[in-house]
């Protein structure tokens, strides 16, 4: 995780214009095997394989599309030539064209469904993602918002992906990568002061931040001197009496929001204090509309 200096704000950078495809080929090519695997049985049947024909993309949703170019890159695969007209990261109206494809019927038959779903759930993420940042900015336009890893096992790449293309950043990608000390790591620690344990992380991966998940005020202030208190399931009234009391104390603890949050309550948790939002209702996004219209 990542503390924002004071005189960072994060409104001032737009949400990213191009966002690189996130999966290789081999796993595209996985994709398009598991919807084709021996052919396609309808397409090959009525003898119309050969024949050339367009495929266009629309957006009939509005919303933050991501996943496209996952999606040019899966026709490209099948054999179609393809354009892409916006990329990840961009808010779009309802009607608005995404990409057109150009090929064989059997090519544009074959990436049609996988592309169609992946471009739909992705930008489900990004959307949700982004009503969640938009939320917080308005509390407090220097709040960010962090997705967690709590994505569809096997699925993280394009996660991650659509957090990043609403504007959001990523929690922790794994547990590889951040100290983050929750209650049920503390179980095993019998009875060794938490200054004691700070000590141990810090002098262990002295480069990396030491989180603690805490679930209200005494805990806080128990380990106050973490780098940042991860405040799990609090309102965000307590949230602001987590801040005032730890201000009162002297520490310079960031204080982060998780559990619960999303784009109905982020404004106040923004507003009461919480510089980042821990979110993993993306995740659980409906997916957004997209219209796919054949043209011989």
């Not at 994709?31 to 394989?49: H, K, M, N, V, W």
């Not at 490209?76 to 995404?98: F, K, W």
Request: proline residues 7%; glycine residues 8%.
């Amino acid at each position: 995780m990542i503390a924002l200096p004071p005189q960072f704000r994060p409104e001032d950078t737009p949400l990213t214009p191009s966002i690189p495809p996130v999966l290789a080929d081999h796993e595209l090519h996985r994709l398009l095997a598991e919807d084709t695997p021996f052919g396609d049985l309808t397409t090959d049947s009525l003898g119309i394989s050969a024949h050339p024909g367009t495929i266009r993309f629309f957006a009939r949703d509005p919303m933050v599309v991501c996943g496209v170019e996952e999606a040019v890159r899966l026709f490209a695969l099948c054999g179609a030539q393809v354009r892409l007209l916006v990329p990840s990261g961009t808010e779009v109206p309802t009607e608005t064209l995404l990409l057109e494809a150009t090929g064989s019927a059997g090519a544009l038959h074959r990436g049609w469904k996988t592309a169609q779903t992946l471009v739909e759930w992705c930008s489900g993420i990004a959307t949700s993602a982004a009503a969640i940042v938009a939320a917080a900015r308005r509390g407090d336009p220097g709040a960010q918002v962090a997705g967690t890893r709590k994505n569809v096992p096997g699925n993280r790449a394009l996660a991650a992906k659509g957090f990043r293309a609403g504007g959001a950043v990523m929690h922790r990608l794994g547990l590889s990568e951040t100290l983050l000390v929750f209650a049920e790591h503390r179980l095993f620690l019998g009875s060794e002061p938490p200054a004691w344990t700070l000590a141990r992380l810090r002098g262990q991966c002295p480069e990396k931040r030491v989180v603690v998940e805490v679930h209200g005020l005494q805990e806080a202030l128990v380990w106050a001197g973490a780098d940042v208190l991860q405040l799990e399931k609090c309102t965000p009234q307590m949230v602001a009496e987590v801040l005032a009391a730890l201000a009162a104390c002297g520490s310079a603890a960031l204080v982060a929001a998780a559990g619960g949050v999303n784009a109905r309550n982020a404004e106040d948790y923004a507003r009461a204090g919480a510089r980042l939002l821990v979110t993993s209702a993306p995740h659980l996004a409906a997916p957004r509309d997209v219209q796919v219209r054949f043209e011989r």
